[in-house]
């Protein structure tokens, strides 16, 4: 079962910055927090991830709050075609699985 | 570059008759293999995943069945579809230097 909550969806105007928001209230202290965007009918693509240090990279900024209860992850400048279902994934790191489960996601829309 | 591949894209199948889904990668050795279905309008579960050559583990029970005959190749298969069983059908692989997963781009599963 998913671990993590996010709003169903969200409209940003282009140009603008994006935040989404997720919860991750009983996050243990091994878990990773991974985000991921599916475009309609692709499989999902990684964004981002981290433990507790925030973290960019060309794609996102990830801010963790210091208890890691709840993430934001930031597009900063979004486009049109950032228009997807961004997903937010508690997963511990190991070498017998790495299982992700998946909740229901953020569908953001990028307004012209 | 690694590189993930399934197939076939689209399918259309009776009900009652068997599946074979596909999935291989390149450019990786001894990857952590996964298979995830998504139906219409949720989020993705995970229903197989694989640490290597024969070993399967299974996340939900159901109708479908997962086999790794080799290091590179991930099949799912059903003797006899249900309805229940239409989805998107997506690939996933990790590698043994990072901890995120790469998705393949899916194969659309539709049950009549």
């Known amino acids: 079962d998913a671990k993590t909550t996010q709003p169903t969806s969200m409209d940003c105007a282009e140009g603008r910055a994006a935040n989404l928001p997720c919860n991750h209230s009983?996050?243990?202290?091994?878990?990773?927090v991974y985000w991921y965007r599916q475009i309609h009918s692709q499989g999902p693509q990684y964004i981002i991830h981290?433990?507790?240090n925030n973290e960019t990279n060309e794609m996102a900024s990830l801010i963790i709050t210091e208890d890691r209860k709840s993430s934001t992850l930031i597009l900063p400048h979004a486009t049109l075609r950032d228009t997807a279902v961004y997903y937010c994934?508690?997963?511990?790191?190991?070498?017998?699985?790495?299982?992700?489960?998946f909740g229901t996601g953020t569908s953001l829309t990028v307004i012209p | 570059s690694q590189t993930i591949h399934q197939w076939p894209a689209t399918l259309v199948q009776p009900v009652g008759s068997p599946l074979s889904l596909e999935c291989t990668v390149e450019?990786?050795?001894?990857?952590?293999l996964y298979w995830y279905r998504q139906a219409a309008g949720r989020g993705l579960q995970l229903l197989f995943y694989?640490?290597?050559?024969?070993?399967i583990s299974s996340e939900v029970p159901q109708n479908l069945s997962a086999s790794r005959p080799q290091d590179r190749q991930f099949i799912l298969s059903s003797k006899k579809l249900l309805l229940s069983d239409s989805g998107f059908y997506l690939c996933?692989?990790?590698?043994?230097?990072?901890?995120?997963?790469?998705f393949g781009p899916g194969t659309r599963l539709t049950v009549l």
């Open positions: 996933a692989w990790k590698g043994t230097a990072n901890n995120e997963q790469f």
């Open positions: 009983t996050i243990s202290g091994n878990e990773y």
């Open positions: 981290g433990l507790k």
């Open positions: 994934i508690v997963s511990h790191h190991s070498n017998t699985g790495n299982q992700f489960y």
């Open positions: 450019g990786t050795s001894n990857p952590n």
């Open positions: 694989s640490v290597g050559i024969g070993q």
